[in-house]
């Protein structure tokens, strides 16, 4: 089976229309996972038989509103969902920040290639230490995170902004990534900081898991926790024996 994982930040106007045709096509093309639609942009986890998922994800990506769309795929033996859902919420990950609005402006990003160079040397381009920020979760960091990154005792992304404030002073003359599973909490993050008063933030683009089909392991410890029944993934994107990665 294949699997894609991929959302973008646009505005969309309707949403339960938009909700209602994805619902359709993917019920045709006999694809389980979750879809979230909001007005803020898309966000996806599903899984099928490979050419149906590839000409459905070729078909969302001819709509020019998700043409710009970075999708990352994954192989397993079996499908990792039980059914599918598709949603419509206020936001496609819940932020709860007025006025971060990442379809009209987002933090710079880094590339996993440029961000590789910079663990190895510890600091950025500009000399700058370099402080791995991660905006996941604690069950999730349990799994595994980059090396000497900056976890935060959090249960949910919405405690991010008071658990970070603690740090502001510390990270006043380093340079800030944030990083997370796809992407999508990262560009909030990022968003919210730079927004918010911290300077030198930047985002890893696409997350963990770019960074896994980029790179690989260099600099990260452990597996990527991932939300199916696969649980983790190691970095060969490959799903982690139980008790392994933890």
């Known amino acids: 089976m294949l699997n ?6 646009v505005p969309i106007e309707q949403p339960d229309a938009l909700a209602a045709a994805l619902r ?21 986890f599903l899984s099928g038989p490979d050419a149906a998922l590839r000409g459905w994800m070729d078909l969302l990506k001819d709509d020019p509103r998700f043409a710009p769309m970075h999708v990352k795929f994954s192989d397993s033996e079996r499908r990792p969902f039980r059914k599918l859902l598709v949603k419509v919420k206020p936001e496609i990950i819940s932020f709860r920040q007025f006025g971060i609005e990442p379809g009209k402006a987002r933090a710079p990003s880094v590339t996993p290639e440029k961000l590789a160079a910079w663990i190895a040397n510890r600091r950025d381009d500009d000399g700058r230490y370099v402080v791995l920020l991660d905006t996941r979760n604690m069950q999730e960091v349990s799994h595994g995170t980059f090396e000497r990154a900056l976890t935060l005792p959090i249960g949910k992304f919405t ?3 008071e658990a970070l404030e603690q740090y502001r002073e510390a990270l006043r003359d380093k340079t800030v990534v944030t990083f997370c599973t796809g992407g999508i909490r990262c560009e909030k993050a990022a968003l919210w900081m730079q927004n918010s008063g911290f300077r030198n933030v930047f985002q890893l683009q696409g997350g963990i898991l770019n960074y896994f089909e980029q790179v690989g392991a260099q600099g990260y410890a452990g597996a990527c926790f991932v939300f199916d029944e696969r649980v983790a993934l190691d970095p060969q994107l490959q799903p982690v024996a139980a008790g392994q990665g933890e």
């Not at 894609?4 to 930040?9: C, I, K, M, R």
């Not at 979750?34 to 007005?39: E, G, S």
């Open 24 to 44: 359709a096509s993917a019920e045709s093309a006999h694809l389980l996972g979750t879809v979230i639609v909001a007005r803020e942009g898309i966000n996806l």
């Open 4 to 9: 894609v994982a991929a959302y973008h930040f």
């Open 159 to 161: 405690d991010l902004p």
